[in-house]
């Protein structure tokens, strides 16, 4: 089984700042890591996954993500928000093993951006 | 390529009534996901179809129960609806189980709310 922490539910930060929001994963087995978008009153929008190799990975909106297996964390950043970044940002984990590659969700992270 | 559509969008219940929800996985794709997404929480894990059977399901009751047809689209079905079914209802398709190849993809949901 798998669990994921996303320790901080809000952050706020002002346009053209750099962000950094959290996740720590539990897992018994090994782990595909991913990050995904909510804006309003839609579904989830894949940001970012790791599934192996390189352990930094980026999207092509300029987020980017580091495995850390050591720290079982997979926290994502930004070096400089833009208004359009305001949503709930979910970070989920999922076994590496055919079979077992159901999505587990933390509670996610709602960034707003001040202008 | 159609992505993931779900019907209807929005649906109000009475409690005890029995609901059905659907969903056209995206061209290719032969598996299909529901997660349960409550106000302010990430969602959460309900059961997979693969290939028409049920292949894992999460902390949830009997009451729900799902299937998929041989185009691959699906219903999620609730009995007995309680106050706590009140909830975003996500849909995600994907090829071959999981997360590996080109990950999952989202419907928009369906905004279900019981009275």
């Known amino acids: 089984a798998q669990s994921v922490t996303q320790l901080d539910s809000q952050v706020p930060v002002f346009e053209e700042a750099p962000v950094e929001l959290r996740c720590n994963y539990s897992?018994?087995?090994?782990?595909?890591l991913f990050w995904y978008v909510q804006y309003p009153n839609q579904g989830l929008q894949l940001l970012l996954k790791?599934?192996?190799?390189?352990?930094l990975v980026e999207s092509i909106n300029g987020f980017e993500a580091e495995f850390n297996k050591s720290q079982t964390s997979f926290h994502l950043r930004k070096p400089s928000v833009h208004i359009s970044d305001t949503a709930e940002y979910f970070c989920?984990?999922?076994?590496?093993?055919?079979?077992?590659?159901?999505?587990?969700f933390g509670t996610g992270t709602r960034l707003t951006i001040i202008p | 390529e159609t992505g993931v559509t779900q019907s209807p969008t929005h649906l109000i219940k009475t409690r005890g009534q029995q609901v059905t929800l659907r969903c056209s996985s995206q061209?290719?794709?032969?598996?299909v996901s529901w997660y349960q997404q409550a106000l302010g929480q990430g969602p959460q894990f309900i059961f997979q179809y693969y290939r028409e059977e049920e292949n894992g399901r999460g902390n949830f009751p009997p009451r729900f129960s799902g299937l998929q047809f041989p185009n691959y689209s699906s219903e999620l079905n609730v009995n007995a609806l309680e106050l706590d079914d009140s909830a975003l209802y996500l849909c995600?398709?994907?090829?071959?189980?999981?997360?590996?190849?080109?990950?999952?993809?989202f419907g928009s949901g369906t905004r279900l709310t019981v009275v």
């Open positions: 989920a984990v999922s076994g590496s093993n055919f079979g077992n590659e159901k999505l587990t």
């Open positions: 995600a398709s994907s090829l071959d189980l999981g997360a590996r190849l080109n990950g999952y993809t």
């Open positions: 061209s290719g794709h032969n598996t």
């Open positions: 897992s018994s087995v090994s782990v595909y």
């Open positions: 790791y599934l192996s190799g390189s352990t």
